[in-house]
């Protein structure tokens, strides 16, 4: 319930002379609570791959409060097919609104370019996620300069990048590597998705099914982050809670998965499924914090709760930072959704040679099952 409606149910509560007064006082209490700010947290999609993703998001935060979807691009063609609350051509003087042409220098112009418009648009956010296709010249001649300017504003970031597939070759490979190497050195949390792992996860995929398994990552990953801020759970997180987790800086890991039965073990198999993702190939044992966000139905028992996050807990160790929100959604039903975020992870020595995809180190593979595509793709 958002606090309007329980303004008004509170209001219309009939009551005797001593609930009367108090609850004049509850109102100037909520009326203090109304002047207070909601969060403001903008997403920005870079060039094309970005631009993809947030279009994805933006079907589903078309009408949120507190989340502002943005297409930036240098390739004012691009932009123009792009859904977002707002769209951003940059570099026009040095790309004539064609794109960077695969070239990351450009990009980086383009950025400087329009680097006092890029400011104001970020200046009043409390909370940016940098979305963008690393490999071409937009988003990896764009990501690491915006990054630096958000730390240097010093607001609170997270960025989402993918790594090319193996077939796109070296130079765009190498583009890539350079322009996460950057972003690496800027305090961030940073989720890297390789494509080529997509390929693995979903070979028998159409290319917008396998691009929507890490489309659907980033949509309910913001979704549940707006959620747990806005809606009132059961158990409730606030944006303080999601800013001690984003503290934790590095690599994380983002989860989702969905299950729609009554089986006993239903909550386990949900945690298995985020902490054995194999599109990330990171090992979560490794975070320092984790956000989980539990929603079921009426019958979601607290014990089932209790499992999911002891999950973690058991996967991470016991003296890591656990925060999590449970929400009861009549429509659920027999339904639950976990959805989770680990950061501060530590950057591995060898972790260039598996972004790419190419790795053969079996510490970093995981034994599980593969997860299922509809289990991701299932919208919110
Ligand atoms: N997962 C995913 N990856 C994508 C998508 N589109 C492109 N990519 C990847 O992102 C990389 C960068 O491509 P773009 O985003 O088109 O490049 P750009 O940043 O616009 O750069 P320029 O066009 O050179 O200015 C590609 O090499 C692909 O690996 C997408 O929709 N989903
Ligand atoms: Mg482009």
Redesign the pocket.
């Known amino acids: 319930m958002d606090l309007e409606n329980l303004i008004a149910q509170l209001s219309s509560s009939t009551a005797d002379q001593a609930s009367i007064v108090r609850r004049e006082n509850i109102s100037e209490e909520i009326e203090d609570l109304t002047t207070l700010k909601l969060p403001k947290i903008k997403v920005i999609g870079?060039?094309?791959?970005?631009?993809?993703?947030v279009t994805a998001l933006f079907e589903n935060m078309r009408n949120s409060r507190i989340v502002e979807v943005i297409a930036m691009?240098?390739?004012a063609s691009?932009l123009a097919i792009s859904r977002a609350h707002r769209r951003i051509l940059i570099g026009r003087t040095v790309?004539r609104g064609y794109?960077?042409?695969?070239?990351?220098v450009?990009?980086r112009k383009a950025f400087e370019e329009s680097k006092e418009k890029i400011e104001s648009l970020i200046s009043d956010s409390d909370l940016l996620i940098v979305v963008?296709?690393?490999?071409?010249?937009?988003?990896?001649?764009?990501t690491p300069p915006l990054l630096e300017l958000i730390y240097d504003l010093g607001l609170l970031s997270m960025t989402f990048v993918?790594?090319?597939?193996r077939c796109?070759g070296r130079i765009?490979i190498g583009?890539?590597l350079k322009a996460l190497s950057e972003i690496l050195q800027i305090p961030t949390v940073t989720v890297v998705?390789p494509?080529e792992r997509?390929i693995k996860v979903a070979p028998r995929q159409t290319i917008h099914g396998?691009?929507s398994l890490?489309?659907n990552l980033l949509v309910q990953l913001v979704h549940s982050l707006a959620d747990l801020i806005e809606e009132p759970g059961l158990i409730n997180v606030d944006f303080a809670d999601v800013r001690k987790v984003l503290s934790y800086k590095g690599l994380a890991i983002p989860g989702v998965a969905i299950s729609d039965n009554t089986n006993q073990k239903r909550t386990i198999d949900v945690a298995e499924k985020i902490l054995n993702n194999p599109i990330l190939e990171v090992n979560p044992a490794l975070g320092k914090a984790a956000l989980i966000e539990v929603v079921g139905g009426e019958d979601l028992m607290l014990s089932e709760a209790y499992d999911v996050v002891n999950k973690f807990t058991v996967t991470m160790g016991e003296d890591k930072e656990i925060i999590f929100g449970l929400r009861i959604l009549p429509h659920y039903k027999s339904k639950i959704r976990v959805v989770s975020l680990i950061t501060g992870i530590d950057i591995p020595d060898n972790y260039h040679s598996y972004a790419e995809g190419f790795s053969t180190d079996t510490s970093i593979e995981k034994t599980s099952t593969l997860i299922d595509a509809t289990d991701i793709a299932t919208s919110v």
């Open positions: 870079v060039g094309g791959a970005g631009n993809n993703f691009n240098t390739d691009q790309t794109g960077a042409g695969n070239d990351p450009l990009g963008a296709g690393l490999g071409g010249g937009t988003g990896s001649g764009v993918t790594m090319p597939f796109e765009r583009n890539a998705i494509n997509l396998a691009f890490a489309n």
